[in-house]
T-cell receptor
Framework: GQQVMQIPQYQHVQEGEDFTTYCNSSTTLSNIQWYKQRPGGHPVFLIQLVKSGEVKKQKRLTFQFGEAKKNSSLHITATQTTDVGTYFCAGPSNKLIFGTGTRLQVFP | NAGVTQTPKFQVLKTGQSMTLQCAQDMNHNSMYWYRQDPGMGLRLIYYSASEGTTDKGEVPNGYNVSRLNKREFSLRLESAAPSQTSVYFC???????????FGSGTRLTVV
């Protein structure tokens, strides 16, 4: 079955540093979604990528879909304490398969 | 709009007890889902309903049953709770398969 892996599992950064999480799928994806979950909260949809090589930006967040549509990345520029949480990617189909997540901790 | 509403927010059960987790959405979404999330882990799909009147198994359906009562409501039932079912349960909905999920705030279930 489809598997979606994320690295790293944890990342601790100093406020102001950049952060990147990578998502890799065992199969080609028609699209990929990204979610953020704050500690103690529920996942919140951030964005969906559809096209090969697509790059989308949301303020300090940059999302990229690989050319082969088997991987994706989320890059945060100049992290802030409000970026703390776990970031999940999720593969497509009628039943989304979520990645293992990357937990981001930001120290002020 | 309330979005996706889950009840209860917290529950403690004894092993062998049964209970139903309720989920309702007011966004006219077609698809609804139940996930569980264990500490430090990602979300695993239990059951889903792609549209009213249909339900299908996800990755971890054993020990659970679901009912898509109508377009708004999708309930999850534990017939005989086990400690391994201690988890946070999230209900989610979306318009269709190419859209993002809207999640409820979760039910934190402990089985002792």
């Amino acid at each position: 079955g489809q598997q979606v892996m994320q690295i790293p599992q944890y990342q601790h950064v100093q406020e102001g540093e950049d952060f990147t999480t990578y998502c890799n799928s065992s199969t080609t994806l028609s699209n990929i979604q990204w979610y953020k979950q704050r500690p103690g909260g529920h996942p919140v949809f951030l964005i969906q990528l559809v096209k090969s090589g697509e790059v989308k930006k949301q303020k300090r967040l940059t999302f990229q879909f690989g050319e082969a549509k088997k991987n994706s990345s989320l890059h945060i520029t100049a992290t802030q304490t409000t970026d703390v949480g776990t970031y999940f990617c999720a593969g497509p189909s009628n039943k989304l398969i979520f990645g293992t997540g990357t937990r981001l901790q930001v120290f002020p | 709009n309330a979005g996706v509403t889950q009840t209860p927010k917290f529950q403690v059960l004894k092993t062998g007890q049964s209970m139903t987790l309720q989920c309702a959405q007011d966004m006219n979404h077609n698809s609804m889902y139940w996930y569980r999330q264990d500490p430090g882990m990602g979300l695993r799909l239990i059951y889903y309903s792609a549209s009213e009147g249909t339900t299908d198994k996800g990755e971890v359906p054993n020990g659970y049953n679901v009912s898509r009562l109508n377009k708004r409501e999708f309930s999850l039932r534990l017939e005989s709770a086990a400690p391994s079912q201690t988890s946070v349960y999230f209900c989610a909905s979306r318009v269709g398969s190419n859209y993002g999920y809207t999640f409820g705030s979760g039910t934190r279930l402990t089985v002792v």
